[in-house]
């Protein structure tokens, strides 16, 4: 078909879909700051529970527990998908028009117009064909009603709604870098202030012992506890594995730490400019040049792949052992009533709970994983880096516009000099970042480690953007002002 | 050098696919050994930017968390 185009199917749409529409002025740096925020915090509060789930406790488990730390998602709530649709939509999209396999002249504004519409619009399918996934699967329960079936894709896909026009609101530039990372950012900063502080008491155990969330605060409680004694209580703090343990923490804490070390890696370009003589500086080249978005794009995979698999063991074979479906693809085993880990074939794609545990019984998980991690890391770096505009070729064009060049070279060969640097540090940077989650999955964070690497890579990629913003425009923030901090950044 | 790899690859692309890994932490280790690493004062000055701003997010994230907390006693 010649002349099709993907994103001419989405034109009927284009006047149906809300759309945020771009700010007419530049947003002053206070507004900014407050946009995003204000988005990331409605996100956090939009995590309700579901109304119309069964009450009963329900056969199908969680399938995707160690996924949901690095989409900000939570079971059995509204988002309940957390930010994944919008993510790999958006993601997925811009991957296949850099590679040119969806054409899109981003150039033209009715093409860019489009293409937009249709990364909202493949999200919001996401978001209903996830929806009906885990309906229909039992995960809210058996034999639901055909009005709690409406109302649950009234709720998921609603409030999934909310989330892409919000994350809109932030990438059209009233908030600072893209929307999903950001809220990203927020959510897995909360969860790690929740797991390490967090003091609300949650009931474990058939006695009806009550444990605080946070691990530091679970210790404190434990030392003073009468039902345990001293060292026990200690132990048991490091230990737990129902809820974040002492262990954990110290262990995304150590994470996060190296990914900032990682961070600011860089070579020094020396540069000079060729107007003024005797002007020399440097440009810094990344090591972490596409950032977290490797390691999110591995999880995008894995996300896809184990709901696919989900979709084919609950929906089509039932999870049972001995229909023939189970037999090619395996089957869920419930693990302490929470959650659901795949067997044989999909446990090589699923980290193992705990270090030990791993290695006894599922020793091939080690190398597939990791190798799954690397490759698509590597990949989508070395793709990324091509397509994006921080692209060597780009680089160069910027380079001649602001009349700079490398010492010692010729304007001419500077995209080349460029093109030998910009790939190997992004790919080597994403072998790193991946080596990290994986390390962090190994020992057995369930999806909190790669969380943490997404989290502190895009953390500090938007530390650095506000504290541009803010060198640029800053001078009269009030906000600055309250907070008496001239330039803390 | 690169003919001769090339010549290599043609007879044997086994051993080309094997080549690529290693070649790949070659030059990656050597980017990292011309990289400019931070020092001790840049690293905690980081630390501490990334760290304060992470927990002052986390702090006020999880104040909404909690405001859930007897919302859901009373939905639920």
Same mark, same amino acid.
């Given at each position: ?323 023939? /479906? ?48 690397? /490759? ?6 070395? /793709? ?106 | ?23 790949? /932490? ?51």
């Amino acid at each position: 078909m010649a002349g099709f185009r993907l994103i001419d199917v989405v034109k009927p749409f284009l006047p149906i879909l809300p759309e945020v529409e771009a700010p007419f002025e530049k947003v002053s740096f206070d507004d900014k700051l407050v946009y995003t925020i204000i988005s990331a915090l409605i996100y956090i509060f939009s995590q309700f529970p579901l109304a119309g789930v069964s009450k009963e406790e329900t056969v199908v488990k969680d399938p995707i527990y160690f996924l949901r730390g690095v989409f900000g998602a939570e079971p059995k709530t509204l988002l309940e998908f957390g930010i994944f649709p919008v993510f790999s939509s958006g993601l997925i999209l811009q991957l296949l028009a850099g590679l040119k396999l969806i054409k899109v002249n981003f150039k033209v504004q009715q093409d860019r117009e489009l293409f937009q519409t249709l990364t909202k619009l493949v999200a919001l399918l996401q978001y209903f064909i996830l929806a009906n996934i885990f309906i229909f699967s039992g995960y809210y329960g058996e034999d639901l009603s055909i009005v709690q079936i409406g109302l649950l894709n009234l709720q998921l896909v609603g409030a999934g709604f909310v989330v892409i026009l919000m994350s809109e609101v932030i990438d059209k530039g009233f908030g600072f870098a893209s929307g999903c990372m950001t809220i990203n950012t927020v959510v897995i900063a909360t969860n790690l202030v929740a797991d390490t502080f967090g003091f609300s008491q949650i009931a474990v155990g058939s006695d009806g012992n009550k444990e605080a969330q946070g691990s530091i605060i679970n210790l404190l409680q434990g030392l003073r506890s009468k039902h345990k004694t001293f060292f026990g209580g200690l132990l048991s703090a490091f230990n737990r594995d129902y809820l974040p343990n002492l262990n954990t923490t110290l262990i995304v804490l150590a994470i996060g730490a190296s990914v900032c070390y990682l961070q600011s890696f860089r070579l020094e370009l020396p540069i000079r400019s060729t107007k003024a003589r005797g002007v020399s500086n440097v440009y810094p080249i990344r090591l972490l040049h596409v950032g977290g978005l490797s390691v999110a794009f591995s999880y995008i995979l894995l996300f896809t792949i184990h709901i696919a698999a989900f979709v084919v063991i609950q929906l089509i074979g039932k999870n049972d052992p001995s229909s023939i /479906v189970c037999k090619i693809f395996g089957h869920y085993e419930s693990v302490s009533n929470l959650f659901y880990t795949p067997t044989f074939p999909l446990s090589l794609l699923t980290p193992p709970k705990s270090l030990f545990s791993g290695l006894l019984q599922q020793p091939l998980t080690f190398f597939v994983y990791t190798a799954f991690m690397l /490759v698509t890391g590597i990949w989508f770096a070395d /793709v990324w880096q091509g397509m994006s505009g921080s692209s060597a070729r780009d680089l160069a064009l910027q380079f001649k516009e602001q009349d700079i060049t490398l010492t010692g070279r010729r304007e001419q060969g500077v995209a080349k000099e460029l093109e030998k640097v910009i790939p190997v540090a992004s790919t080597t940077g994403a072998a790193l970042l991946a080596i990290l989650a994986i390390v962090g999955e190994f020992l057995g964070l369930k999806g909190k480690g790669a969380g943490m690497v997404v989290g502190v890579a895009t953390g500090f990629s938007l530390l650095e953007l506000i504290s541009i913003d803010y060198q640029q425009s800053g001078g009269q923030s009030a906000l600055a002002q309250v907070l008496g901090a001239p330039g803390r950044f | 050098m690169a003919k001769v790899n090339e010549k290599k690859g043609a007879v044997n692309p086994v051993e080309k696919l094997a080549e690529a890994p290693v070649e790949f /932490v070659r030059e990656g280790s050597q980017f990292l050994s011309k990289c400019k690493k931070p020092d001790m004062k840049e690293y905690t000055k980081i630390i501490k930017a990334v760290g304060i701003g992470f927990v002052a997010v986390g702090i006020i994230g999880y104040a909404i968390k909690l405001v859930h907390i007897p919302i859901r006693y009373l939905i639920v």
